[in-house]
């Protein structure tokens, strides 16, 4: 952003910026029908912001203000290149005619647009591992280079993924919209799985100086209500309420100077109970209806943490119950590990590490630092230090998240390493 502007105008533009930019730039989206074009109209109208707002004052509206300034200048772009590609001249002048809309009914549209902008970016005509990136670029805000390292791929070969992503829409023209309810259902698990990837980046950042990322987690939560608003499905509903319950424990997670506190130390009298109750609720109204899948049945665990007042209250027995039914749901070694955890806190250290000992020689894990964690936590219960330190100092190397890896630090000191 321009250093021209006065520090305090410069502040609330980047404010804005952190909130509002990705809901104007699905609204550009859906008014510009052009992902490229509506970046570009995007970054003109927090530059706009940054000239005019210290002359004439902060907005009413900032988002409706960037957003009719960024379709302006998107017009007068394209009516300028119209000399070269006279088609850009007939485009500048539909999108006029189709936009012409007053403030306040531009501000009771721009709600349901990211919704829309995910349905889009969702669409089965791309593939499962272009949906995730795009939407985790387009609709989160994520760097190239964030969603890169979450799914443990190159910075150029996401880049490529979401540039691909983004001509398939153009050239198949894809529409901006949420599909009809007879087609909903089936287009709602790339939805789900997305909004789910979308929660647990914000719940443990991939990367950073910070544990969350809010941001993210508001977000997925706001997508998982109007979700369950549009079509209130088992499967809507359990992914609402794992998404609350999960999120309840959020003040709890860190100390006070930022660091991890695991679920069996947190201070549960923080925890937020509106939140369990509104996610309780969900959740055995998903399970009542018998059609449940793995996202109510993940509520479910979440919810048997969440009615224990102390860490050993905890039902384990009813926890690794639930999942085994997970595990036949969706059987994946990430749901085995926190399988093989849960019968460790039923039958002892030593049967959860057998289990995890397993999983590990099959070699999917290997690069999975809470894998390594979980089971150095298990041999350190075990008395089996140096193995345990090893374990830790594995899943140290693999770790770029800072308080967490503050966090193993701190368990390597404990066993004198």
Not at 153 to 160: K, R, V
Request: proline share 5%; glycine share 6%.
């Amino acid at each position: 952003m321009s250093r021209d502007a006065p520090d305090d105008v410069r502040e609330t533009v980047e404010t804005v910026y952190r909130v509002e930019s990705r809901r104007v730039l699905a609204t550009l989206i859906r008014l510009l029908g052009d992902f490229d074009t509506a970046e570009e109209a995007l970054h003109d109208a927090f530059a706009a912001a940054l000239e005019q707002w210290p002359r004439d004052g902060v907005p009413a509206s900032p988002r409706a203000w960037l957003v009719s300034a960024g379709r302006f200048r998107a017009i007068d772009a394209l009516r300028r290149r119209a000399r070269f590609d006279a088609s850009l001249g007939e485009i500048a002048d539909r999108i006029a005619e189709s936009t012409a809309v007053n403030e306040a009914a531009a501000e009771h549209e721009l709600a349901d647009d990211r919704l829309q902008l995910v349905f889009t970016c969702c669409h089965p005509a791309l593939t499962p591992d272009a949906q995730v990136a795009l939407t985790l670029r387009e609709v989160c805000g994520l760097t190239t280079e964030a969603i890169a390292h979450a799914f443990l791929a190159t910075p150029p070969t996401l880049a490529q993924r979401i540039v691909r992503a983004k001509a398939k829409i153009r050239d198949a023209r894809i529409p901006y919209e949420v599909p009809a309810r007879a087609e909903l259902t089936e287009r709602l698990a790339p939805v789900l799985h997305v909004v789910y990837l979308v929660f647990n980046e914000g719940y443990a950042a991939s990367e950073g100086d910070a544990l969350t990322r809010p941001d993210l987690t508001a977000e997925a939560i706001r997508l998982g209500r109007l979700l369950a608003e549009l079509l209130p499905e088992p499967e809507v509903l359990g992914l609402l309420a794992l998404m609350l319950l999960t999120e309840a424990r959020h003040a709890a997670r860190t100390s006070a100077d930022g660091g991890v506190v695991l679920l069996d130390a947190q201070d549960r009298t923080r925890w937020d109970r509106a939140l369990i109750r509104e996610g309780t609720a969900l959740v055995e109204r998903a399970l009542t209806t018998r059609r449940f899948g793995p996202y109510a049945v993940q509520a479910a665990i979440a919810a048997v943490h969440a009615r224990a007042a102390t860490a050993s209250d905890t039902d384990w027995a009813e926890i690794a119950g639930l999942y085994d039914v997970l595990a036949e749901l969706e059987p994946s070694p990430v749901v085995e590990l926190n399988r093989a955890v849960a019968i460790a806190m039923r039958d002892g250290p030593a049967a959860g590490l057998a289990r995890i000992d397993v999983l590990m020689s099959g070699g999917t894990l290997a690069d999975y630092p809470w894998a390594h964690s979980a089971r150095a936590d298990l041999l350190r219960r075990l008395g089996r230090t140096s193995d345990a330190r090893s374990a830790y100092q594995r899943a140290l190397a693999l770790t770029h998240q800072e308080p967490e890896r503050q966090f193993l630090a701190g368990r390597l000191r404990e066993l004198g390493a």
